[in-house]
């Protein structure tokens, strides 16, 4: 009785050993050609008759391989001792071969979804970093036409601030040459950068303008992507500094709490000018409106208000993602 059971147990071995190239050839079948040839192309149809075509072929395969090879040396493997068309045989060896093939198709499917999945967000991001940087480049040279007209315009008024202007310049070439690479800067330096252009722009209009700038930052490790507030100032002073206005007027106020940034710009309004121009904002304006949906997408409110004495921008940021 033992050595029967030791020759059944060894025959069912190689029984298994012998079809385990056809669960194999099931596998690499359905994936690399059923699969990527037809459902990955979205041949459907193509791809049901092949499956279908697939699973009749290897499932007579490998009845054939029991009946003409296994079962004739080890008889007592038939148990039921069926024939090679039996319906319930057939259905066995359909039940035998694809819960294997159908678990390798799962993860084959799944690990090909992970990859692309993969290369589209380093597409993605590949897109982004190369759509915010020619945004970039062309907000800085938009900064420097107008901060070189104001020195300009000292130079030809011969003013004696001339040179501080020239100093300050200096100063915020250096922040736009070597602060401004970083994806994100420190806010504190943000902030000098808005202070220089503010007192370069003084310079220029004199006791003609009143521009008042107060801030308040309670995070001591703020960060923000250069060259995001600027234009928003640049805007106000386009529009609120004009040459028309008796008593012009701008008023910027930046307060952080808890990682949440609001800035607000409030500047009055010429009314032989118009606040049409005023809310599109130009170039400079308008790319940080595009910085700021690629970069803060859900993160960010935007608001404009205006009435017939003032423009007011309000922007809040959330930068809970710079917390440490």
């Known amino acids: 009785m033992t050595f029967v059971l030791y020759t059944y147990d060894n025959n069912e071995f190689y029984t298994q050993l012998i079809l385990l190239p056809i669960r194999i050839a099931a596998t690499y079948i359905t994936i690399y050609f059923v699969l990527r040839r037809y459902l990955f192309q979205k041949k459907i149809i193509g791809f049901l008759l092949w499956l279908i075509v697939s699973i009749i072929v290897t499932v007579l395969v490998r009845r054939i391989i029991l009946f003409e090879l296994i079962f004739s040396f080890a008889p007592e493997l038939n148990y039921d001792q069926v024939g090679l068309w039996n319906i319930k045989g057939l259905i066995h060896s359909t039940v035998y071969i694809y819960p294997v093939v159908t678990t390798a198709l799962?993860?084959?499917?799944?690990?090909?979804w992970f990859k692309k999945e993969k290369l589209r967000l380093e597409t993605q991001k590949g897109k982004l970093e190369a759509e915010l940087k020619y945004l970039k480049n062309q907000i800085n040279p938009h900064f420097l036409f107008n901060t070189i007209n104001n020195i300009y315009s000292l130079v030809l008024e011969e003013s004696a601030k001339a040179p501080r202007a020239l100093l300050k310049l200096s100063d915020m070439m250096n922040y736009l040459l070597y602060e401004?690479?970083?994806d994100k800067i420190e806010l504190s330096k943000e902030i000098q950068?808005?202070?220089d252009y503010i007192e370069l722009e003084k310079f220029r209009y004199g006791d003609k303008l009143e521009v008042i700038f107060n801030y308040e930052v309670r995070s001591s490790d703020i960060t923000i992507p250069p060259l995001m507030l600027l234009p928003f100032v640049e805007?106000?002073?386009?529009?609120?500094?004009?040459?028309?206005?008796e008593s012009s007027w701008i008023h910027i106020n930046l307060n952080e709490a808890n990682h949440h940034l609001t800035f607000k710009v409030e500047n009055s309004i010429d009314e032989k000018v118009g606040t049409k121009n005023e809310e599109n904002g130009g170039i400079g304006l308008s790319n940080v409106k595009k910085r700021l949906e690629l970069m803060f997408h859900n993160k960010h409110k935007l608001k404009t208000l205006k009435s017939s004495e003032s423009f007011i921008i309000i922007l809040q940021l959330d930068l809970s993602d710079d917390k440490k």
């Open 106 to 112: 799962i993860i084959f499917v799944v690990h090909e």
């Open 180 to 182: 401004s690479n970083a």
């Open 193 to 195: 950068n808005l202070q």
């Open 235 to 245: 805007n106000a002073f386009k529009h609120g500094a004009g040459e028309s206005l």
